[in-house]
């Protein structure tokens, strides 16, 4: 299974930013829907936002103003960039991609290791 490789969190101040990266370890015929998951302490996982092959973005109510997901197809990257923080925030975030490896294989889904991310003072 393909892994996805995260990077970009950390620990910010309350009203703070952070920006997230995440993908691909090797390289991929294509990749489809991605985005961004977390899952606090003693809490299940979300979704956190979701982004289209061809870019239309999907977000939890609960980050709707604050997060912006975008990703560079060239790349094979999708960002989380999350402003105005909240310790309500903190949690690891995990990405995922549904992706295809090559053209002959059929399209499966990875998910990341995870990053952390705190928000408090």
């Known amino acids: 299974q393909v892994q996805l490789v995260e990077s970009g969190g950390g620990l910010v101040q309350p009203g703070g930013s952070l920006r997230l990266s995440c993908a691909p370890s090797?390289?991929?015929?294509?990749?489809?829907?991605m985005g961004w998951h977390r899952q606090a302490a003693g809490k299940e996982r979300e979704l956190v936002a979701t982004i289209t092959s061809s870019g239309s973005p999907n977000y939890a109510d609960s980050v709707k103003g604050r997060f912006t997901i975008s990703r560079d197809n060239a790349k094979n990257t999708v960002y989380l960039q999350m402003n105005s923080l909240e310790p309500e925030d903190t949690a690891v975030y995990y990405c995922?991609?549904?992706?295809?490896?090559?053209?002959?294989?059929?399209?499966?889904?990875?998910w990341g290791q995870g990053t952390q991310v705190t928000v408090s003072s």
């Open positions: 995922n991609a549904a992706l295809q490896r090559t053209f002959r294989t059929s399209p499966e889904t990875s």
């Open positions: 090797g390289s991929i015929f294509r990749v489809y829907a």
